[in-house]
């Protein structure tokens, strides 16, 4: 993994593509998917016609379920209160293929407000569309977040 989260800075982002599930963490800025900005590879919007070309350039900063899994593990001990857990959550979920945005994002920045055309933009929990093999937060059979919450009550 080439970044590691930070609150509000660096995010955890789940994407659909072409069926394909991936995970990345990067930038906050790139996923304000139709404002045009240069350190977006020159992509003004990114919609389900630029997806391709915007993933290939973000390839380095794929991350596998099994990283972020561990990623947790490895932070468990280090994390004193929910919100040093935060930074560590998925932020954000964009469907390229059903053209839609899901945020979590926990600060008053309103991503799912800008979205390209015919897109639908949520602030919504979305942990249900994770697919099952993908929700790196399930260790053991039970989610990292709730069971953290119960250490600390």
Known sequence: MKLLPEYAQI???GVMHEGRWGWYVTEREYWFLNIEMEERFGIEVLDETTAGKFLRH?????ASADELRQMLLDIEDACATMDDVLEFMPTIYVNFDERTFFSQFPEPMSFEQYMPDGWT????????LVPQAERFWM???ASF?????????
Do not use: P
């Open 121 to 128: 933009g949520s602030y919504a929990d979305f942990y249900g």
């Open 145 to 153: 977040y709730d069971r953290f919450a119960l250490k600390r009550t």
């Open 11 to 13: 995010l955890i982002v």
């Open 58 to 62: 973000i390839e380095e900063y794929k």
């Open 139 to 141: 260790i053991d059979g």
